[in-house]
């Protein structure tokens, strides 16, 4: 006789099971042990008001703050942050639970004005000559710069800006634009003001005729030798993570796509980019490639070399144009290299112009290095 091997395995099923009732006390009911595990969620800050979080996996929970839940069921689990108005969320993480182990899901929201702390340093600022894509303006030059500071993590963005300029209330992570020079400043003096600041520059009129109170310990421009020390974040090639590839916008720079919005990878329709969809720079600074161009202090000279090689900084009058750095979305891939330099008039509040603010790190200096940033976020 032939038997089925379905018919085999429901035979063999059964007696397993008439085996197992057989063996149990007149008051014991067999129970298939069930693989669990531990789950930690972590959310910081703990107490911020709207943020939350939910689980999804073979056992869903929802929740704020931070929390322990035992005896989760194995599996693949994601955990996906509410959003917080003002507030950076974190992405979404999705990770597998073990039997008996433990899973840990931290989520940290990040505002518009998290700022990092540089520390002084010296850098070569520019290009070499073999650099693809270079300019004339890019002589390569030493420069130092004694004293740190503490720059913007992020451009400023919709939000940030109407919040601190009485406009409309609104939620939206994308770059303000249409920012001239005299605006920048503006903003700047404002932000101080709201902070119980002494406000960093003089503004008497409009066009460029601004002063900058060096003592001063508001929010300000970054110089350019400041902000490509920034940028660079102590690497020495075309982009923060690497050469320059190709110079315009087809085919792709692998290295420019990781980092920056440019034509490469999005359409002039499209609109600037929210902040810190891309890898952020060595120094946790996002979009200093492409995405929009940023405002600095200096007024633009080709022969910048020329200018001290310590803490160098080019003061203008009124109408000078000033200096825009990082390139923006819609242009070639050569124009957001990190020693590429572009400059506009003061009063320009073009489509593609944005600013990252900075503040003097106005503590005493206890000597400087080569290429050194801190950890720490914050000073304001």
């Given at each position: 006789m032939v038997l089925s091997t379905r018919w085999l395995a429901s035979t063999l099923a059964l007696m397993l099971a008439i085996v197992m009732v057989a063996g149990c006390g007149d008051d014991e009911v067999p129970v298939a042990p069930l693989a669990t595990g531990t789950i930690v969620i972590s959310q910081s800050p703990g107490d911020l008001e709207g943020a939350g979080w939910s689980l999804a996996g073979p056992e869903d929970e929802t929740g704020t703050g931070g929390v322990l839940l035992e005896n989760m069921p194995i599996g693949l689990y994601t955990v996906t942050w509410s959003d917080v108005a003002g507030w950076d969320a974190p992405g979404a993480i999705t990770r597998e639970l073990a039997a008996g182990g433990l899973l840990t899901f931290t989520g940290t929201y990040l505002t518009d004005e998290v700022l990092v702390r540089i520390l002084p340093g010296i850098y070569a600022m520019g290009s070499p000559a073999e650099e693809p894509g270079r300019g004339d303006d890019e002589v390569q030059h030493e420069v130092e710069l004694t004293r740190g500071f503490y720059i913007s993590k992020y451009l400023v963005t919709e939000q940030w800006w109407n919040s601190v300029m009485d406009g409309e209330p609104t939620t939206s992570r994308r770059p303000q634009t249409f920012v001239s020079f005299d605006m920048a400043v503006e903003?700047?003096?404002?932000?101080?003001?709201?902070?119980?600041?002494?406000?960093?520059?003089?503004?008497?009129?409009?066009?460029?005729?601004?002063?900058?109170?060096?003592?001063?310990?508001?929010?300000?421009?970054?110089?350019?030798?400041?902000?490509?020390?920034?940028?660079?974040?102590?690497?020495?090639?075309?982009?923060?993570?690497?050469?320059?590839?190709?110079?315009?916008?087809?085919?792709?720079?692998?290295?420019?796509?990781?980092?920056?919005?440019?034509?490469?990878?999005?359409?002039?329709?499209?609109?600037?980019?929210?902040?810190?969809?891309?890898?952020?720079?060595?120094?946790?600074?996002?979009?200093?490639?492409?995405?929009?161009?940023?405002?600095?202090?200096?007024?633009y000279r080709a022969d910048y070399e020329n200018l001290a090689p310590v803490d160098p900084v080019h003061n203008v009058g009124s109408g000078a144009n000033r200096v825009v750095r990082g390139g923006n979305w819609f242009y070639a891939a050569r124009f957001c290299r990190s020693a590429d330099r572009s400059s506009g008039a003061p009063g320009y509040d073009l489509y593609y112009y944005g600013l990252r603010p900075v503040r003097s790190d106005l503590s005493p200096v206890a000597g400087s290095g080569s290429w050194q940033r801190s950890t720490e976020n914050g000073g304001r």
């Open positions: 903003f700047c003096n404002a932000l101080s003001r709201r902070e119980g600041l002494t406000p960093a520059y003089s503004i008497h009129g409009p066009d460029g005729d601004v002063t900058w109170n060096q003592a001063a310990d508001g929010y300000r421009l970054p110089t350019e030798a400041e902000w490509e020390y920034a940028c660079r974040a102590g690497s020495t090639t075309a982009f923060a993570n690497g050469p320059i590839t190709h110079f315009y916008c087809e085919p792709q720079d692998v290295n420019l796509d990781a980092m920056g919005w440019y034509c490469g990878n999005r359409a002039y329709d499209e609109g600037p980019a929210e902040v810190s969809h891309k890898q952020p720079n060595a120094w946790d600074l996002y979009d200093m490639h492409g995405n929009v161009w940023e405002w600095v202090w200096d007024g």
